[in-house]
């Protein structure tokens, strides 16, 4: 037995942790060889073989993109001819017009839909509705949005010749415009409110964005401002230092914000506050959805931590995960998935699980697998789904008419866009963004157009009966049910003039967002947006409670008042 026990001994000091990592690491690095040889090699027989002649870019390329899809969607490939995409993204400028663009199905044509304040289109004279008829000597009569967007861009400081119709006279008109670089706004609008509440939007985190917000909420403090609302609803985030320059301004220094951990030693970084905060005391509420994402999550989610702010509105998006960029050979680059961010609370809010076999799955992350941390004043928040709102206040539905009329796919109508037009011709002017409303015959003359337009829509309680007629037949009850059936279906009959009413609310507060951002752009449209804007309402009475403002970020407080 001793003999026994002292063989096993033996063998057993060959299988140390380090021997055992040492041998993992070793058939890991043989598994990556032999399946990096078998690639190389199908592709050379595939080459040297195939029927046909395989282009190396496409077959090449869609193998990479394979792989990567069954990662996650933000690890992505950019080869060369697509850097200048990936560098918009990421900077949110690109050398343009400076312009939205539409398809209008009822001409057949690309048409100016949003011109961009202060930009190229703008300085051009161009307006929502003009027909793009040719770009120098290329036709753009019929062709696609890809089509004519990919004309418009091009090199900062290149010119060219617009030929354009003006629907509201009929003139075709021709004018040189020169392209520039392109900074898509980051804040489309801010400014101080009735009872000193100062409201900013900020709709994405690109270079400098922190800077602006900075001189903006100082300017608002200069004229009055008490309260603060961030808006970062269907914020999708985008630089992280940005995010964190922006919650510096409201914590003091030295404070850790966001921890990075990864599998290399490079992506463990700890990002702390590096200045003093120009205000600690100011109400903050911020505003956020299930758009919200990213960066913008960081920003909300660690001034819920902090207990800085409260956080109002519905569940964020979930996105706990940060990439880095690699440059690839040929001047492609590599955006991949590094590293897990934690917000001050130690909390990860990744609301998905990627798992890379058999071609990639994604998996919802269960509450029951989700873990409690606390707030710096003790409260309880959650990892995992997001950020979860201390207030948690519903948006007004958009009905499903609305989706039909403000659309601009193949299945959507262009009746509300040509009743725009109209609309336009007809009023050189309108009253102040945050006065502007349609009058009732203007809502009246808009639903006989859209009536007189045969204006028809997908209404998504027929389409539920169908399919529950379809499976009543398969397992046999139809028959027996058809006069119900029968009965449900001339109640829910498609009635477009019944819908325009009883939706009026919704859709007159569509029409006048569409209205008032020809006239004062997107800052406009923001601003006329409030007085109807359900959760605005709801912060605003919220700053109007301070008790109740304090009551959520210091609850334990609250209790020992009571004790």
Known sequence: MKKILLAIAILL??????????????????????????????????????VDTLNADDVIGNGVNSMLRSLDPYTVFYPAEKTKDFNMMLSGKYAGIGSLIRYNFSIGNVVIDEPYEGMPADEAGLKKGDIILAIDDTTMVGKNVNYVSSHLR???????????????????????????????PSIPYYGVQPNGIGYLNLNQYVEGCARDVRRDFLEMRKNGMKAFVLDLRNNGGGLMNEAISIVNMFVPKGISI??????????????????????????????????????????????????RAVILGTKTYGKGIVQTTLDMPYNGQLKLTTSYYYIPSGRCIQALRYKHSNGGSVEQVPDSLTHIFHTAGGREVRDGNGIK?????????????????????????????????????????????????????????????????????????????????????????????????????????????????????????????????????????????????????????????????NSILHPAQKKDQKS
Do not use: C
């Open 389 to 549: 709102p201390d207030l948690k206040v519903e948006s007004d539905s958009l009905p499903n008419i609305a989706f039909y009329l403000v659309g601009t796919g193949r299945d959507s109508s262009d009746v509300l866009l040509n009743w725009e037009l109209k609309y336009m011709k007809e009023h050189p002017t309108i009253a102040p963004a945050k006065d502007f409303h349609l009058t009732d015959a203007d809502y009246s003359d808009f639903k006989q157009t859209v009536l007189a337009s045969k204006f028809k829509y997908d209404p998504e309680t027929e389409k539920y009966l169908k399919q529950l007629e379809k499976l009543a037949k398969f397992e046999g009850y139809y028959d027996d049910a058809k006069p119900e059936f029968d009965a449900i279906e001339k109640k829910l009959k498609h009635n477009v003039a019944k819908d325009l009413d009883y939706n009026q609310k919704i859709i007159r507060q569509l029409i006048e967002a569409d209205l008032v951002a020809v006239y004062y752009y997107q800052r406009g449209a923001v601003e006329n947006s409030l007085r109807n804007d359900k959760q605005y309402k709801a912060a605003v009475d919220l700053i109007g409670d301070l008790q109740k403002y």
């Open 154 to 184: 091009g090199e900062a400081g290149s010119s060219f010749v617009l030929k354009y119709k003006h629907p509201a006279n009929g003139k075709i008109y021709r004018k040189k415009i020169v392209r520039r670089a392109i900074q898509l």
């Open 13 to 50: 000091e060959g299988f140390t942790p380090s021997a055992l990592a040492q041998n993992s690491a070793s058939e890991h690095n043989f598994e990556v060889s032999k399946n990096l040889e078998t690639f190389n090699a199908i592709y050379k027989a595939l080459d040297m073989m195939y």
């Open 258 to 307: 966001v921890k990075t951990k990864g599998k290399i030693k490079q992506s463990n970084r700890d990002y702390r506050t590096t200045v003093e905060p120009i205000d600690t005391v100011m109400p903050i509420v911020v505003l956020v959805n299930g758009e919200t994402a990213s960066a913008s999550e960081i920003t909300a989610g660690s001034l819920q931590d902090l207990d």
